[in-house]
């Protein structure tokens, strides 16, 4: 149980970067409302596969740019925010869907991979990772190794559970006039959470 001891620290951290609100959560939560579980699978994947390619590049030093040139880490956050953006306007003005209908995607995987590589946030949890929770080990790669396949188990469970809170949501608003306000609703917190980094 030593080794469960050693990475405590590192999968709580993992647990609450994972679970908590973020731009992937929203969109990842209303795809699963609009369009089913199985639909928002590829997504889920894209999106754990990419943080968790991120922790590890990360962790072999290509992270370092984003900390060293702030103009990348300033025009990755623009692109992000303008294309969470647009993303929000489009979920704000669609009409209610049910899971039978097929007229409009559900949230891709390859979406999701994108959004988690020009998200600078992620890479910067990613650089917490990395000096924070790194083994200072003889074995480098290992380390970082178990470090990343650990950030996407997490990462997978975490959202698949928002996966399971989308087709709650879709129970619980049953009409075509529910579903258009909750999808409104989320596309305003989708916007918020684009522009966040912004105000603080």
Request: glycine letters at 8%; aromatic letters at 14%.
């Amino acid at each position: 149980m030593e080794w469960l001891y050693a990475y405590l620290p590192f999968l709580l951290f993992a647990f609450v970067a994972s679970i908590t609100p973020g731009p992937t959560n929203i969109l990842i939560l209303t795809s699963s409302q609009r369009f089913g579980i199985k639909a928002t699978l590829p997504a889920v994947l894209g999106a754990c596969v990419a943080a968790s390619l991120i922790v590890f590049v990360s962790g072999v030093g290509a992270g370092e740019l984003l900390r060293d040139y702030p103009r990348v880490r300033d025009a990755m956050s623009w692109a992000g925010a303008l294309w969470l953006s647009w993303m929000s306007w489009q979920l704000f003005r669609a009409p209610a869907a049910n899971f039978e209908e097929g007229a409009q995607r559900p949230f891709s995987g390859k979406a999701a991979a994108m959004l988690q590589l020009i998200n600078p946030k992620t890479w910067m949890m990613a650089l917490a990772v990395v000096s924070l929770f790194a083994p200072h080990g003889g074995h480098p790669l290992r380390d970082i190794t178990v470090l990343t396949l650990w950030f996407l188990l997490i990462s997978l469970l975490c959202l698949s559970a928002w996966t399971l809170l989308g087709k709650a949501a879709h129970r619980f608003f049953r009409s075509a006039a529910s579903r258009i306000w909750f999808q409104r609703g989320m596309a305003l917190c989708l916007l918020a959470s684009a522009w966040a980094g912004f105000w603080q």
